[in-house]
């Protein structure tokens, strides 16, 4: 049930007074940022936690040229452009931004323009009459309550939570094609290896031919080194695989059709490592924009309790008009044929068995889920920090322990080798070494790549590196 009053003339001027003194009193609470129970430092670095203050626009700059790689710094380049979940997200954007615009223009009246002509008559002595009319009207909702104002707060939070949105799918496409390709380097560092394992293989399997042929050696040393030399050839075909998977991946990432991208390989590539400061500072996490994103929902969903608890109050309306009507369009604007109206409106819904309340506490259990997502949000990102630190700093170790353990394993394998020539040692000791050696190399190559993709996961988790503050 509503109430309606309508108020000419005199009445229509206080009404316009009381509403002007009313707007911009607006209901609902004001926004806070929900805390978060951040720790006093870095478990695993030296970086001290400062008070909060988004940073999730800051220029990141190019990241990828850290590691230093020609190649990638052009494919990177070609995700700004040519990435279409990059797009996507641009395009969200910009219906955000529109959104926005659209709530802005609802604080201003509505102005309208219309005009007419009629032409009638009938048989007979019956006179044929024109009559035109054209006339202006307007109509204003005064944001008494703020309830426009809310609206607008609402939809830029929106916007904002939209671009850290944009920046997060940048970032996710960055990291997803720095991953791919290192990835795809290490693949080609491994068929490098293989060869040489495959090459190596073949020598051995030759002195094993020749041992036997002299009665020497017995035949299932050649059967075995036959096994061995097959087994490395269908393992070469499997790296083949894997890598044609991830060079169809990077292609989908650049935007392009695989059919028409290629990498050249890189046989004896050797990436490099960034060096992670030992005081990461953990105002570089503020520039994370999934934890900008989340906050600035939070605020959106702060300003929805005011959209609903203002329609618990009642809504004004202003209107006017000035409009004309004659038979000729020559009287059409003389003072005789103008006429013109002002009026107000009030309207309260009186009974509505608690939906409107029910409309608030449901934005206030809103609120409440958003915040919490903010909270769980701003936890993992602490969670992603550490991992990748303690990651970065344990791949530096395991590197230079799986070097030592390539080289032992290298010296072993000849050894071996030599005394199998000697007759001092049978070929399944062979076998044994150069299937140490063989998988101590491809854990060297194997641990470079991880390392790598530990910085991209680190820089990532950081929000986009850690140079430029």
């Known amino acids: 049930m509503k109430m309606r009053l309508s108020i000419r003339f005199r009445p229509a001027a206080l009404a316009v007074t009381v509403a002007l003194a009313l707007a911009g009193c607006a209901v609902g609470p004001r926004y806070q940022v929900p805390a978060v129970d951040t720790p006093v430092a870095f478990k695993e670095g030296r970086g001290a936690w400062v008070a909060g203050a988004p940073a999730d626009l800051l220029e990141r700059g190019p990241w990828w040229e850290l590691f230093q790689d020609p190649v990638l710094n052009g494919l990177a380049a070609q995700v700004e452009v040519s990435n279409q979940n990059v797009a996507a997200a641009v395009a969200r954007y910009a219906q955000a931004r529109a959104l926005v615009a659209e709530q802005r223009a609802s604080l201003f009246p509505l ?254 259990a809103g609120l409440q889920e958003a915040a919490a997502r903010y909270r769980q949000t701003a936890l993992d990102a602490f969670r992603d920090v550490e991992d990748q630190l303690v990651a970065a700093s344990v791949l530096q170790q395991q590197l230079a322990l799986r070097e030592q353990a390539a080289q032992a394993a290298n010296l072993v394998e000849q050894q071996v080798l030599n005394r199998y020539q000697a007759g001092q040692v049978g070929f399944t000791e062979v076998v044994q070494a150069q299937v140490t050696a063989h998988s101590a190399r491809r854990a060297v190559a194997q641990a470079l790549a991880d390392r790598q993709v530990a910085a991209v996961a680190l820089i990532q988790a950081l929000g986009g590196g850690w140079r430029g503050l």
């Open 111 to 364: 102005v309208s323009l219309n005009g007419g002509a009629d032409r009638s008559g009938g048989g007979g002595k019956t006179p044929t009459r024109s009559s035109y009319q054209v006339g202006i009207g307007g109509n204003w909702e005064p944001d008494v309550w703020g309830r426009l104002q809310r609206g607008v707060e609402s939809a830029r939070a929106g916007e904002q939570a939209s671009a850290a949105d944009l920046q997060a799918a940048r970032l996710s496409a960055q990291g997803e094609l720095a991953v791919d390709y290192f990835n795809l380097r290490e693949l080609d560092a491994a068929r490098a290896l293989q060869a040489q394992t495959i090459a190596g293989y073949e020598r051995t399997l030759r002195i094993t031919q020749n041992r036997y042929d002299a009665g020497i050696a017995a035949r299932t040393d050649v059967l075995q080194a036959q096994t061995q030399l097959a087994n490395a050839r269908a393992e070469q075909l499997g790296l083949e695989r894997q890598r044609a998977a991830l060079e169809h991946a990077i292609a989908v990432l650049v935007g392009q059709a695989p059919a028409g991208f290629a990498l050249a390989p890189r046989p004896a590539w050797a990436g490099t490592v960034p060096e992670v400061p030992v005081d990461v500072p953990s105002t570089l996490l503020q520039r994370r924009p999934d934890i900008a994103a989340a906050e600035r929902r939070v605020a959106q969903a702060n300003a929805e309790i005011g959209i609903a608890q203002s329609a618990l109050f009642p809504s004004f309306r202003l209107s006017g008009s000035l409009g004309a009507g004659a038979a000729s369009i020559g009287d059409l604007f003389s003072a005789s044929a103008l006429a013109w109206s002002l009026g107000a409106s009030l309207a309260q819904t009186l009974f509505d068995a608690g939906a409107r309340s029910a409309r608030v506490e449901s934005a206030r």
